[in-house]
């Protein structure tokens, strides 16, 4: 594969669509100059289609595995990482006083879809690092931080996060791994781990795991789970890997797709851990390291989109059939559906991506403002960029398939493998129905407030569209009145069911909405060009679906429960 | 996995929705009682259930290989063609005549279904030959006639069908297999062949390849094709397998599933072959066997759904993840979201099993009476049965993945694996683009008058349920009118890109009337039962997606080839 990393569609967003001029404005963000982003992207984009992207069939065809214990990692990845370490992207939005970069999250998106589309195996273990890395800066003490993060900002070390047990996956407050204070500061950390991404490998350094696990006599639920760090091997007194911890890797699992990305059962054994953050403030510390991977996931399903297209893109400009009078090349890239695919595909992935971008741009904000208003707009536009992202990344692989026809089904053309790596995106890190429930739920316990701010603003920046592109404008116009008016429902709603009954539909359609307006302001930048011919397909022919998803959004939840058990397994 | 058939949902199909009384008043099918039919299903169950269904795992584990030349099956699979041709399962709509039972395509339908949902890299053995066994009975001389179809129809034989070259998929016509007459009634036919299912098996017997390919100075494209019978064993004298012919197998295809189904690249050097047909008769030929393959591909899509449903909806019933006030067991089956995606998974099997048997029934009516309105019928629910069949195939199954959460995409749990072997089904016998393509063309060359006259049958059923379900009916009332005035606007279109443009949405869009329609019918049936909780669902939150399709179906061509090559490139 051929992979082009979209540095051109980045600088556009950021030069004209999400507009980073607030960003560069603030003082914590203000060395983030134009010239500052576009050269990080160019550096990026080489990175990722010179090294990384080649690294992407090695890791499908030749797996990690288990051998004595110890995880063995596809040919070419150790090197992978190392380039990516050296470069300085793990920590790229970190804490300058650690090593990091302090680049606003705005690029560290773009990192996250460009490494996604050359090689999410490999991608999954600097984006778990970035999240643990997080969730330090925010909850760890000075120790820790001092400890730790200089050797995870330069990749020397990784980090996993250890959340799901057998009987623990969405329902986090069911696990049962213990810990114990050992008197001297540590804790004796005992449990059996599922789904560890990146558990395990043999690049060297030190793996560190952020574990979740109760105390003695803690609160029942998810109130009592505390946060340890169980590092592989137990840092020397000088901070250098020493003796083994009593960690161990149990198997791998046997996946449908990233089998380059190592996922472990991982056994703690009495293993020596440090408490982060308080004695059962586990959830809130793993909170930041979750929403940070909500948004990298929503961006992996992103990049793959992006690969899947290109990949599809072109085959279609390479295989013959069919010629006709209008496709006398007969290449099936001028046959109507071939390019309807081809065109949602596209239509659809810079829809996803600018979302990520804005929000990304807005936990910038955030930071550097401290304004709530930034805070819950963050929070709202989270599980939209995972979800929708995520959803984009199955839908856009599976078109890459479909176009291939035949071919796309052998494996040897590449085509199946982004469908199967994908298909983990919209699962991890909370389903897609957990972010769709998320949304109207505790995204909505403001009333509503932040969705109708952006809501407002959305409808501004449409009235300034309206002279040059009426009948788009009036489309995206009419589809926000309709979002605001099945959000003013659903804040209505106080039995919960009815909310979630709807919930996927609601954010789909949110999605759909923001698209709509994100197309419409990438049109106002490219007059004429072919920015604004992809806005008027997504307007005319992709947008419309807000219209069903809302009424399904708001069908309620009596019918839903109407069918009982029972009436579904008849 | 523990697969029950739907043994009672097709009773309920043949006796309430979509009604055999007709056929069963053909001289045709005059033998098809009620007690015929529901005890055929009840024995087809029994035989899918019990002896096909435990071999489904094996075929995706120790998939098929090739050794020394010979294609070497899964573990189970011979012994399980074997039950499946001593219950006469392979000739059971076949003539008769020659062995087989002459039974209504309203069964096959269920033998498709029900075997594809236990099995499908097994089923398509049968159903291949199925299709060949049709084709000769149409096209063969009656000397191919008598020493073929009585050894397919008792499945001693196997069929195959090669179309495929690499320059020449959905482009038949550009094939180059050539055949030169030997002068003494055979012919000689030499090419590659490739994506040959079941292209060769160590199941004794023989296997009898179909092949287009063309004589020397044939007239150029699909029309100068002829068909050729060419064994891989010679019949002797007495029409036992003699000696070897010149077929052999290159190599097996490695795919994303179906890997108990050998995929052949076939090489033909001066095989003897015989003419089935006329001259330059191969497409028409080829068209019997395809149109029955393409009912029999939708139906393996909703076969396959099924399977993953049940897998699913077993899964959601033990599962425990999060209890609360509303759902105190707390098995995943309590929450809105998982009970929403299996309620749209059963709804939309049942939508399309429902299309599939109308389809069926039309080509028996066809069949019985000769008339040309059923053979319109015919022609325009084929495509539908065929794509809305298969997307539903895959939508289900990922639904099923879905459900599973981490675990669906581990492959042990078998919830993948549906995933991927159903996701051939779109692409294969004419991709789901192809079959739209052929609604908005071919099907329409009535000007729509198939359409219309289904479109108008649907409302009167509709007016029947007024009184009943009033406002379910206005609901599908309203979709079959929008239905019409989009048929209306397509068959106005003399630009066939227009039509081409908006191909997928506007046959997905006349699937989902249909299936609002097949709902009612089943709700007036079982008034408070669980089929009519059901339709309420389907009505309610799925039916609506009609309305944007619509609006995509009539955008016509214009902003699509707008965007450029180069556009897309950008």
């Not at 760890?140 to 050797?151: G, H, Q, R, T, V």
């Not at 781990?193 to 558990?199: A, L, N, P, Q, Y």
């Amino acid at each position: 594969m051929t992979y082009r990393a979209p540095v051109e569609d980045y600088n556009f967003l950021f030069d004209h669509v999400v507009g980073l001029e607030g960003l560069r404005a603030t003082q914590r963000f203000e060395d983030a100059s134009a010239d500052v982003t576009h050269a990080i992207l160019t550096e990026l984009g080489k990175l990722c289609e010179e090294k990384i992207a080649p690294l992407q069939r090695n890791g499908d065809l030749n797996g990690a595995y288990l051998e004595n214990g110890v995880v063995r990692t596809s040919p070419g990845f150790h090197e992978g990482f190392k380039a990516i370490a050296e470069g300085g992207w793990v920590g790229i939005s970190a804490d300058p006083e650690y090593g990091g970069m302090g680049l606003p999250m705005a690029l560290t998106a773009a990192v996250t879809d460009m490494m996604s589309a050359s090689c999410l195996s490999l991608q999954l273990a600097p984006m778990l690092t970035q999240g643990q890395i997080e969730a330090l800066e925010h909850h760890a003490s000075d120790e820790l931080k001092a400890l730790y993060l200089p050797k995870l900002i330069s990749g020397e070390w990784t980090g996993t996060m250890n959340l799901t047990e057998p009987h623990a996956g969405s329902d986090v407050g069911a696990l049962s791994s213990k810990a114990e204070d050992n008197g001297d500061g540590t804790y004796a950390v005992s449990g059996q781990k599922i789904f560890i991404t990146w558990g395990d490998h043999d690049f060297g350094g030190n793996v560190c795991h952020l574990v979740l696990a109760r105390l003695p006599d803690a609160t029942p639920g998810v109130r009592g789970i505390s946060l340890f760090m169980v590092p592989k091997l137990l840092p020397d007194a000088d901070g250098n890997p020493g003796e083994r911890n009593g960690v161990s890797v149990v198997s791998l699992e046997h996946k449908m797709g990233i089998h380059g990305s190592p996922t472990c059962v991982m056994q703690f054994d009495s293993s020596k851990g440090w408490l982060v953050g308080k004695k059962e403030g586990g959830m809130a510390a793993m909170f930041t390291m979750m929403n940070n991977a909500r948004m990298g996931v929503g961006g992996q399903g992103i990049g793959v989109a992006d690969a899947a297209y290109q990949h599809a893109l072109a085959y279609a400009q390479e295989r013959k059939q069919g010629k006709t009078p209008e496709n006398a090349e007969g290449t099936i890239i001028g046959h109507a559906d071939v390019r309807r695919m081809l065109a949602t595909m596209k239509a659809d992935i810079f829809a996803a991506r600018a979302i990520a971008v804005s929000n990304a741009v807005a936990i910038d904000m955030a930071t550097a403002t401290g304004d709530k208003a930034w805070k819950a707009r963050a929070a709202l536009l989270t599980p939209i960029t995972k979800a929708f992202g995520t959803d984009t990344g199955v839908a856009v692989a599976e078109m890459g398939v479909q176009i291939h026809g035949g071919m796309g089904f052998i494996e040897e053309t590449g085509a199946a493998q982004f469908s199967r790596d994908v298909r983990i995106t919209p699962i991890y890190e909370g389903t897609n129905g957990i972010q769709a429930m998320d949304l109207v739920a505790r995204k909505m316990m403001d009333g509503g407030e932040a969705a109708f701010a952006l809501l407002d603003e959305v409808e501004e920046d449409v009235e300034r569209a309206r002279d040059v592109f009426p009948r788009m404008a009036r489309d995206v116009w009419e589809s926000c009145e309709s979002m605001r008016e099945a959000t003013e429902w659903l804040v209505s709603q106080e039995d919960m069911q009815n909310r979630f009954a709807g919930a996927v539909p609601f954010l789909r359609a949110f999605a759909r909405v923001l698209g709509g307006h994100l197309h419409l302001k990438a049109a106002l930048a490219d007059r004429g060009g072919a920015r604004e011919k992809l806005a008027r397909f997504y307007i005319q022919r992709l947008l419309p679906e807000h219209a069903s998803l809302l009424t399904h959004a708001q069908a309620g939840a009596e019918d839903l429960y109407a069918l009982t058990a029972d009436d579904l397994a008849v």
